[in-house]
């Protein structure tokens, strides 16, 4: 949840428009790249813990405010729901 565009910038010495640029430059969007990296750690945590976890657990991890939306968001980056891969059948 931290991990907001200025605190990116900061991190990295730049002001918050010559990230936005930076991304711009690349067809994408600072918000776009970080839903899609947490995304990405969100999927790989559920295939390797299964059932050892919860779908609620890793979203939160992961930093989406709550389960559905990271379901809603998961299903259209993936095609399929996150207990699927949770539970091995995606």
Do not use: M
């Not at 949840?1 to 002001?15: D, E, G, M």
């Not at 979203?59 to 996150?82: E, K, L, N, V």
Request: charged share 25%; aromatic share 8%.
């Amino acid at each position: 949840p931290l991990l907001r565009p200025h605190t990116i910038a900061a991190a990295h010495a730049i002001s918050v428009r010559a990230l936005y640029l930076l991304f711009e430059r690349r067809g994408e969007t600072v918000s776009g790249y970080v839903r899609d990296r947490r995304l990405a750690r969100a999927r790989a945590d559920l295939a390797r813990l299964g059932p050892a976890t919860t779908v609620a657990r890793t979203a939160h991890r992961w930093g989406f405010a709550d389960q559905a939306g990271f379901s809603r968001a998961f299903r259209r980056r993936y095609g399929c729901p996150p207990n699927a891969v949770r539970l091995g059948r995606a």
